[in-house]
């Protein structure tokens, strides 16, 4: 039995589809953001950042979406969701999941969390406009990447798919949104169909219809 401490459309959402696609047994336990329990002292026992998801399984407590989600991969091969041990496409999946982590969602947590990048509130609408820019270059990367391909790997779906999938529904909102970009906005509507990204969506609540 798998824990995953989610708040519904956060990080959490990779390792949920996860979860859900390999039909593991888990349990969703909800962290109220509301009220920052993500920082409560139960809470920083499982996870010292403070930050939700954590997934917690054999008396391990895992944090960093990420990671949470190659160790699922590894822990289920049969799913295939990466690329095995040899496999020419395995650096590529961690360059990838890597970019998706370290570029893209990192650029989305500026943008979402201005007040944490300045010391001066007049230029909060400055951050998040230089946000929008980078978000729009990190988003061109992945939408050249995509060109000719029906996954971000290939032709086969990968856990970086569902990652994408998580950080593209959080771009929505900024001035130039994934659907902007031709292969990707082709590519986010053939994933939104995806069984899992349904079940899981509606699960969170999470609306679709952008994507169709
Ligand atoms: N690098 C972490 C980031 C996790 C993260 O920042 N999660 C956000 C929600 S999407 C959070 O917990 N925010 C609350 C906070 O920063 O206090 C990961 O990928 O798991």
């Known amino acids: 039995m798998y824990q995953l401490y989610y708040y519904p459309n956060n990080a959490s959402l990779a390792p949920h589809f996860l979860l859900h696609h390999m039909k593991l047994d888990y349990e969703l336990l909800l962290v109220d953001k509301q009220s920052n329990s993500q920082k409560s002292p139960d809470y920083l026992k499982l996870n010292p950042a403070g930050r939700i998801p954590t997934l917690v399984n054999n008396g391990i407590a ?62 909060i609408p400055n951050v998040i406009a230089a946000q ?61 169909q995806h069984p899992t990204v349904t079940s899981v969506c509606k699960i969170e609540k999470i609306d679709l219809s952008p994507f169709q």
């Open 62 to 123: 895992l944090f960093e979406s990420p990671a949470i989600c190659i160790h699922l991969c590894e822990q289920h091969p049969e799913y295939g969701l990466i690329p095995a041990l040899g496999n020419k496409a395995r650096p590529l999946f961690f360059q990838w999941l890597t970019y998706l982590n370290n570029t893209l969602q990192a650029e989305l947590m500026v943008r979402y969390y201005p007040h944490r990048h300045t010391n001066d509130e007049k230029t």
């Open 132 to 192: 929008d820019d980078r978000i729009a270059d990190a988003l061109a990367v992945l939408d050249k990447q995509l060109a000719g391909k029906t996954y971000l790997l290939g032709e086969k779906l990968t856990a970086c798919d569902f990652f994408l999938f998580m950080l593209a529904e959080w771009s929505l909102p900024i001035k130039k949104s994934p659907l902007h970009f031709s292969h990707l906005a082709g590519y986010l509507k053939r994933l939104s």
